[in-house]
Every structure is written in C-alpha cells, then in structure tokens.
C-alpha cells in the first residue's frame, strides 16, 4: 500500500487557503457571458462551465465523499462532471461535454456554493490524518490546474471566432515576464537528483526523487523569442521535412501548418490572438502555442535539441537566478517521454487514477507558463501533452550538448552568432547579419573606414549633428536619459553630451563587450557628472533602460545609417520596439543615408586602400575564432554592389573557388563565385523616413540635409 506522503503546512490557514483558491476560478469567469462558458471549442477543450463544475465535483468525490454516510449534493451531477475516473462510473464523453446545456451556469454556481459550504465545515471539523490531507491539498492544486485550463481553453475558443473577441481587457497573467539574458548556462553533467522529495506536496507523477547520470549540457538562458520564430518560418522551417520527425511532418501536411497556432499573417506583419484579442506579434517576447513537434523541428533547424527533463530540473535547481522565463511565461517542451520513475506508484485510492493511467505516448513539460499561479508552481513539476497538441502556453528552450566549441558560451552573443550563421549559410543565397562585423577588431576597423576620403557619412553626419544638436537637445528637458542603439565607440555622441549639458543619464547599447567597455570608460572620465549605463545586447531586441537612469524623457540616438542595414521589416519593428521602450513622450535622432551616384557609393563602400574589404573579411575570422568553423578568409574577396531597384548598397563576401566549409557536425558547400550577402545598406529621402516613422508609431517632427555627399538626421517623436 502507498504510504501518504508528509505536507507542510501553510502559514495561511487551511480555510483561509481554500477560499483563496475557490476564489480564483469564478474570477477569471466574471465578465464572460453563458454562451461563452457553455461553448467547446475542440474535443481537447472543455466549456468554461464545466471546469467550473469539475472541479467542484472533485471535492465532493475526493474528500467529503469519502467521508461516512455522505450524501452527494446531487447524484445527478456526477457523470456530468466526471472527468476520467472509471471507478466512479458512468461519465458524459469528453467530446460531448459542450452538448450538456443543462445543468445551466447558475445551477453550477449554487452546486460550487453548496460544495464550498460542506468544504468549510468539514475544514472546521479537522482534516483527518495524512491521507485527507493529501486529498485536500490534491484538490487545491487540481483546482490551479483547472485555472489554466479554463484560460487555454477560452482563448481557443476566442480564436474560432472571425471575430477576434477580448475576452478580457488585460491578458490575465500571475507575475511578469522577465526580460531576456541573452548566452547560454553550462553544467558539468555528473549524477544529478531529480523528482520531488517526501516533503511538502507533489504530484505522484513526480516521485520519487532518484539519481541520474547527466553528460555535459548547456541551456539557452532565454526561451525562443518570436522573432526566432519568424526567421524559422521565412527559412521555409514548415516546409522542409528534413527537419521534422516522420509523425510530425504527417500532422504539419494534414493540418497544413505553417506557423504557431493563433498567429495571422496580415498586411502588416504576423500577429497573434491572446486573450486581450488579437494583437501584433513582439518580436521580443517568447514564442507560444507551439507543439513538441514543431519544438523539435526548431531545435533541428537552429543546430540544438530540446533538453531533457532531468537536464531542465538539475539547471533550475542549481542556477535559477541564471535563467530567465524559467516558470512564468510559456512551458518549455523537454525530449523526454512522459513515463514513470524508478519506484513510482499512483496515490492510494479514488485518486490513483489521476496520472498515472496518461504514462504513454506523451512528452513532458517543465516550468510553467504566465496562466500558471505561483504557489502552484515546482522545480519538479512534470506537466504533460501530447506531441501535436498546440493549445497550451507551451515554449522552447534550446540545449545543447558541451562541445568543444561551445566552451565559450557564457557571454550574451555566442549562441545568437551561431544561430544566425548556421540560419544565413542554409539559405539559397548565404547571408549573415551586419552586426556580427563589431567585435573589437570589427569596430576598429570601422573607425579606420570613418576616416577614409571616400566614406563621406560619418563626417558629414558629424558636421550636420553638430549643426543641429543644440536646438534639437533644447527639446529634450532636464533629467532626459539618452539611449543610443549600435553605440560603437561612441563619438558622435560628444557631440549630443555637449548640447545637452543637464542630460541625467547614458545608456549605450551595443552587441561588443569590449568596445563598449571602452567607449563607457572613456565617456565616464570625460563626463564625470553623467550616470553611464552601459547594456551589451541586440539592438533589435531591446530592454529598457535601467531603473537609475531616473524618470526623465527617453531620447533614442541611432546614427551612422544603420537603419539601412536593416530590412524594411526589421526597421520597422526595431523603431516599434524602440517607441514601446522608450515611451510616451520620447524622442528619437535617426541618421540616415541619402539616395545619390551610385559611383560616390561604390567608392564609399569598396575604398582603395582595402579596408572595408578587411574589414568585411574579418566577420570570418571573428567565426572561426568563436564558433569553431575553417572559413578560409583568404578564399573569399570583398564586393560592393549598388542594387537599383531596392534603392541600397550591397557587400558580399564571394568564393574564389569550390570550398566546404564546417561548423560541428554541420557542413556548408561553395561554388566558385557563390557570395555571403554580408551587408545591405539602404538609401532614403525624406518620403520614405516619414513612412516609415509614421509606420512605427512615430512622428516626423524634423528632417534636416547635410551639404553634398548629402546625408539627413531626422528627430522623431512618440
């Protein structure tokens, strides 16, 4: 016979516990109409009216039932609200369960109330002994379940609506989101203990606690964000069946997937139905609403593997602080299978069938999701799907074994630099992102490309800045925090310090540790009275800025034309991210390129003395330093294209013969004359700034034009 467990008691009173907990269930229903709780939108899903009554029926069966001489509220009631207990008899198939328009909402309510009161009388009575302890805190516990289900539910029935319904004003959510870390946490690997021990409550599913061997292993600080997401999907990620498992590629055809559940290409872009309706999808915030399958399929394409479940719990039990998202934003699918542990056996009684008769044919989850209530929530729990099922707030994060080359991963950019090689050599035409140009040696070389006689932006940007700064700073107001994106060494924003004098802070931001470490020194020792700041990320994916940088309006400075680097997509989701970081009220100086001769542009990007070729070519070295890869630099020459009809200037690196180049296990051919697209820089005037700002969320409020090579600053305001 199982022995019940030992369970702590909370500082809060069993009744005060339970009223707590019953008292969430009818608030998330508060507000939504009969028809909207009576509705079942898929076999998986149940009516908002049934979670209701379910789980009231579980005390009722579970703890007061067990008591003697107990007569059920309503016999009646119990096939209805049976969810799979095939000991206490007939039930209503899952299926049917939004078929049963009676009993109505408000009999369910008075059944909950009547429950509610037999609950606290039988709590002032005393719970009795180990076993109904466990049964009560089971019930509680069982009800937080119920809590998200009601939410995954809902929204999947929102979402069969053309319609695109609220169902709430604000996505109900326990917590807040985290923002990224960005790198990836090692673990030596060795025996690890895993399942929850005889102390405190958990499910039968997580004991017991036993050891296991673990190889050495990485996890991704961060979930995958949906601008990972997007890039798996315009990479063809649901149409390449190289990547997806034999039964999963069947699902994707069959339902014709192409992207998470809920999301919408419109013209504008992606979005996504939520609870609060449909909304844009944030390139920034963590992916959901994908299942195993289509996890595993990401994984594949990004060179990784999903994480076991003992590999997940040994990390958040050693290195929480390390993580974040770890269990408040989208549960992160695992490659383990949901099975038994050594030793397990289901809880005694009626409640034997509550999980372990589900150990087959499905994959474990960990974490917890933004639906999940806090005091719910344990490192190990083993929360369970099966592999094509898509409605939970289910995420990715990635691991990864610790090769060799991997022994580097614990700055913010390694991973993120390998993702996006192994994404850009796997397309027809091989790409790379401009920012991966700026290591130290990269941002050295760009300074030396600012001083050339034929790179004319950098000087006449400086001239046209120094020009407009101080009417433009007497805008900005006392205390305003001056956020630069892509800081670099930071020179032209002497220019901005100098115009505005009462500026409360600096926050540089920039993808190279050491150049921004040097850039920050340098600024502190000439500005001693100015908070510097310094953040080492994406620009394109932005945090805001920290708290001591103080109240004042938030002024964002992109020079340099680097918005050009970017395609139309990309530059405008950056400036949208950068108008809801920054906020209401803010400013924002945007540099920008001018259309002209396409020969005072070739001459710009391709000089004489070779160092745009240098400093292109060293992107390879920086790769085969950090990744571990064997470009050959000396096989690939510089190109600097003009490219008419989309109005930019192309470098490529192109390959002087047939070569293979390898990263890990992975391989990626050249023909001769084959090119890495390395950099796009686009031309503007003022028409299309003013488009895309107006795009953005932004305003135009001035558009000022050096002398010939002509460039523009543009100041924009939220």
Not at 313 to 333: I, K, M
Request: aromatic residues 10%; contains cysteine.
């Amino acid at each position: 016979m199982t022995q019940p467990v030992r369970v702590a008691m909370s500082v809060e009173s069993d009744l005060e516990r339970y009223r707590r907990v019953r008292a969430a269930l009818p608030g998330l229903a508060q507000g939504l109409s009969a028809e909207d709780l009576a509705a079942q939108s898929m076999p998986d899903a149940s009516p908002g009216k049934w979670h209701l009554g379910h789980v009231s029926w579980f005390f009722e069966v579970m703890l007061l039932g067990a008591r003697p001489d107990y007569q059920p509220v309503d016999p009646c009631l119990q096939p209805l609200f049976n969810s799979y207990y095939e000991a206490l008899g007939d039930r209503v198939e899952r299926p049917m369960r939004g078929l049963m328009t009676r009993p109505g909402l408000a009999e369910v309510m008075a059944y909950r109330a009547k429950i509610d009161a037999r609950m606290e009388a039988l709590l002032a009575d005393g719970l009795r002994g180990g076993l109904e302890r466990y049964l009560f805190e089971l019930g509680l516990h069982h009800e937080q379940q119920h809590q998200e289900l009601f939410l995954m539910d809902l929204l999947h029935l929102m979402a069969c609506s053309p319609l695109d319904p609220a169902a709430y004003d604000v996505e109900p959510r326990f917590g807040r989101g985290d923002a990224a870390r960005g790198g990836w946490i090692s673990f030596d690997g060795g025996l690890a203990r895993i399942g929850a021990s005889a102390e405190g409550f958990a499910f039968d599913n997580e004991r017991l606690e036993h050891q296991v061997w673990l190889e050495p292993y990485a996890l991704a600080a961060d979930l995958v964000s949906n601008s990972d997401w997007i890039r798996f999907i315009e990479d063809g990620g649901y149409g390449r069946p190289e990547l997806w498992l034999s039964d999963g590629w069947a699902v994707v055809q069959a339902e014709r997937w192409s992207a998470p559940l809920y999301w919408r290409k419109e013209a504008a872009g992606w979005s996504v139905m939520t609870l609060a309706g449909r909304r844009p999808v944030d390139p920034a915030k963590p992916v959901r609403h994908v299942s195993f399958y289509e996890a595993d399929a990401f994984a594949r394409w990004s060179g990784r593997r999903l994480p076991t479940e003992a590999e997940w719990e040994q990390a958040a039990r050693r290195r929480p602080a390390d993580f974040s998202n770890l269990d408040g934003e989208a549960w992160q699918w695992t490659a383990s299978a949901y099975a038994p542990y050594p030793g397990f056996q289901p809880t005694e009684g009626t409640a034997a069938e509550y999980n372990g008769k589900f150990m087959a044919n499905q994959m474990v989850l960990r974490g917890g999701s933004f639906a999940t209530p806090p005091d719910h929530r344990r490192v190990s729990y083993r929360n369970f799907f099966y592999p094509h099922q898509r409605w939970a707030f289910s995420g990715v994060r990635l691991a990864s074994d610790a090769a060799p080359e991997e022994s580097l991963m614990g700055d913010d950019t390694t991973d993120a630099f390998r993702q996006d090689l192994i994404a850009g050599l796997s397309e027809r035409q091989k790409a790379l992102p401009p920012k991966w140009f700026y290591d130290a040696e990269g941002s050295r070389l760009f300074e030396d490309i600012t001083r050339l006689p034929e790179y004319y932006p950098t000087r006449q940007e400086a001239a046209l800045l120094r020009r407009v700064a101080p009417q433009w700073a007497d805008r900005f107001g006392a205390g305003a925090v001056l956020v630069e994106l892509g800081s670099g060494a930071s020179e032209k924003t002497r220019i901005v310090l100098d115009a505005a004098p009462d500026l409360a802070a600096y926050v540089p931001i920039d993808i190279s540790p050491a150049a921004l470490s040097e850039a920050a020194e340098r600024i502190r020792a000439d500005y001693p009275d100015l908070k510097v700041l310094p953040i080492v990320g994406d620009f394109e994916h932005l945090a805001p800025p920290p708290p001591e940088a103080g109240p004042g309006r938030r002024v964002g400075f992109f020079p340099g034309s680097t918005i050009g680097n970017l395609t139309p997509e990309a530059a405008k989701r950056l400036l949208q991210s950068a108008r809801e970081v920054l906020g209401q009220g803010a400013f924002f100086i945007l540099g920008v390129d001018l259309v002209k001769s396409p020969a005072t542009l070739v001459a710009a990007y391709d000089d004489a003395q070779g160092v745009t070729a240098a400093f292109n070519r060293n992107v390879l070295v920086r790769a085969n330093r950090e990744l571990g890869t064997d470009f050959d630099e000396a096989g690939f020459v510089h190109r600097a294209l003009w490219n008419d009809a989309r109005s930019q200037m192309e470098m490529h690196l192109k390959a002087l013969r047939p070569m293979t180049v390898r990263l890990g296990k992975l391989a990626f051919r050249f023909a001769e004359g084959e090119t890495i697209h390395t950099e796009s820089s686009r031309k503007f005037d003022q028409a299309s700034v003013r488009e895309l700002a107006e795009a953005s969320g932004w305003r135009l409020e001035a558009f000022e034009v050096s002398d010939d090579p002509a460039v523009a600053l543009a100041l924009l305001a939220a």
